[in-house]
């Protein structure tokens, strides 16, 4: 099974070191974020990964997420990250779903394409996105493979069923405290628990009555799902 690590580290040099060691220790793909806590500008944030791409030889996936971490980087802005022939995907959560046809116009199949926010998946999948990093299947792993598997099938009338009923528990996944609301649901369903490192706090009062209530519905529907398939 192939084994990725996540690389999100304060500097330039400590994410490259941190590369080099995952290497040497086995692994098989990096996830790279940009810089931790910096703002990086364009020029900035390109520079981090082009150099973390050239102090390893791993296979990257560049995980784009403005929206959590306040570094852009733009379609027409990656042709300068294609120039690493180990930068093969981008984790794409800037939450606007058009940036994957312009990657793909822009870029053709240079980069694997994956969609990076729960509730942008299905427009993705649709759009040309080809894998799926996911939060939420921690919790629901068979409904996340049968939206998968029911989209890349072309099955779109199914699949939009099933996306309607998930879709605001897929919400939980863009939020403040999506560790926190996707730890709750795996001890919902039985696959983990809602314990959190500090600063993260489990949550409490009426926050939590109203995401459990999202959960269990999701839950019930999907117990009915089921029961409905294997009639």
Known sequence: MPVLTGVAENTTRLACRFARDAEKLGVDGLMVLPAMIYKADTREAIAHFRTVAQSTSLPIMIYNNPVAYYVDVTPPQFSELAKEDNIVAIKESSDDVRRITDIINLHGSRFILFSGVDDRALESILLGATGWVSGLVNAFPHEN?????????????????????YSPLLHLDTKIKL???????????????????????PLAGEEREQVLAVIRHAINCSRSTRLSSRR
């Open 145 to 165: 493979q049968a939206l998968w598997r029911l989209a890349t099938a072309g099955k779109w009338q199914e699949a939009r069923e099933l996306y309607r009923w």
């Open 179 to 201: 560790v926190q609301y996707i730890k709750l649901a795996m001890a919902e369903t039985g696959l983990g628990s809602e314990t959190t490192r500090a600063p993260r706090l």
